[in-house]
């Protein structure tokens, strides 16, 4: 499934909001209005080489995901995700390399295991678990990244807003990039245009 | 090591109820080694709190710390101003930390947000096995080293009973998965040691009293206390 050239992503950890990956953006609940913030965990070696190749390739994707850029989503641990969403962010996804060829061997599986766990912990809370998942690629599939991004997105804006989201408008992204000041890389310089930064 | 679990959220959010201010407290030791209780924990339990909290419109301050030992005075110490802002406190420690806190900061509420449950060892990452009852009297010098009073189903002291088959209890985990017959590992383990002799042995029935039984146990080493 990965290497099929315009499929998404695999996201072999999804346990719940399958139904909405499926689906074509057009048939899932409108929420009129309604544009998502989503946070985006992305590995250095794959996913973040992915989305630059998305934009080499001129691959349209929506403007909606923020991306934090990771040495390797092995960093990503579960209060990351959780503060994520508390900071407002309507979905939050990591994008590692394939299963079998992280760069550092295990860290994508770590990530897939903590991403499972966070949607338990959201189940428990009452937060719809399909707000987060774990998503593989390789650095060379920008085709799925950007699908990918489009998938999620009309997840999410089926989803509606995060419950706890601050304000209307706010912006969580900033917030974010904040708490992982610590964790993440910084930006490749323009490579992240829908950050305003 | 002390191992304890969380407990399912929405017992812990119900203690919450009627609570403006709430700290969740961890422990740096026991508890953070068996990943329950520790700082990381408790900044997840927080956060998952005050989510809960946001969405169904309560106006609640939550927030989280650790020490290193909740056990201990000199430990409490350390997080006593932060305690003392926050009329209810979860404590992530294990009952003795729990204790300790409620015991320090009287009469603050300080309620478990975790449930103890053994002592025990990690067999591998992320596995813990219980090893020891504290029973107070221990006989693991004629069992080869493996503890009947923990082990057994029945912590029998003259094993096996017609339960064990091919090295299995009878009895399996709540998982129903099986366990090992500690009496078949001892008799596997003496006769490894040339020690089968052992296994002849009449046990009177065990002395209880010395555990907690006798009621609450208390030890003083009087050439240690300060003088």
Not at chain 1, 76 to 81: A, D, G, Q, Y
Not at chain 2, 18 to 45: M, N, R, S, W, Y
């Amino acid at each position: 499934m990965a290497d099929e050239p315009t499929g998404p992503a695999t996201a072999p950890s999804e346990v719940a909001g399958a139904a909405a990956e499926a689906q074509p953006q057009a048939e899932l609940p409108a929420n009129e209005g309604f544009e998502p913030e989503i946070i985006v965990f992305a590995c250095h070696y794959c996913a973040y080489a992915a989305a630059d190749l998305a934009g080499s390739m001129r691959l349209q994707y929506p403007t909606n995901i923020r991306m934090i850029k990771l040495p390797c989503t092995g960093k990503l641990e579960v209060i990351h995700l959780l503060r994520a969403l508390e900071a407002g962010a309507d979905g939050v996804y990591a994008a590692g390399c394939l299963e079998g060829e992280c760069h550092y061997l295990k860290g994508n599986l770590w990530a897939k295991k903590r991403v499972g766990y966070v949607k338990k912990l959201l189940e428990e809370i009452g937060v719809d678990p399909g707000r987060v998942e774990m998503y593989n690629m390789s650095s060379a599939m920008g085709p799925q990244f950007a699908e990918t991004a489009r998938s999620f997105t009309a997840r999410i804006r089926g989803l509606g807003p995060n419950p706890v989201r601050p304000r209307e408008g706010f912006t969580a992204a900033e917030v974010v990039r904040r708490q992982m000041a610590d964790v993440a890389l910084p930006d490749d310089a323009g490579a992240d245009s829908t950050t305003g930064s | 090591m002390i191992t304890a679990e969380r407990k399912p959220f929405a017992e812990i959010y119900g203690m919450t109820e009627g609570h403006d201010k709430v700290l969740v407290a961890g422990c740096d030791t026991c508890v953070a080694v068996c990943l329950t209780g520790g700082e990381k924990e408790a900044e997840i339990l927080a956060a998952e709190l005050r989510i809960k909290a946001k969405e169904d419109g309560r106006d609640v301050q939550i927030e989280h710390t650790a020490a290193i030992r909740q056990c201990e005075w000199e430990y409490l110490d350390a997080i006593g101003a932060k305690v003392e802002e926050y009329p209810l406190v979860l404590s992530m420690a294990c009952g003795i930390g729990i204790q300790s806190m409620a015991e320090k900061f009287a009469p603050r509420l300080i309620m478990p947000a975790v449930n103890t449950n053994m002592l025990g060892m990690p067999q591998e990452h992320a596995v813990w096995l219980e090893r020891c009852a504290a029973c107070g009297d221990c006989v693991i010098d004629e069992t080869a080293g493996i503890c009947p009073v923990v082990r057994c189903s029945k912590s029998l002291m003259n094993g096996p009973c017609g339960g064990s088959h091919d090295g299995k209890c009878e009895v399996t985990t709540p998982e129903k998965e099986d366990i090992d017959c500690a009496w078949a590992l001892i008799w596997d383990r003496l006769k490894a040691q040339g020690r089968e002799e052992l296994m002849l042995v009449n046990r009177p029935p065990k002395d209880w009293s010395k555990s907690s039984s006798g009621g609450p146990r208390k030890m003083v080493r009087e050439e240690a206390k300060p003088v």
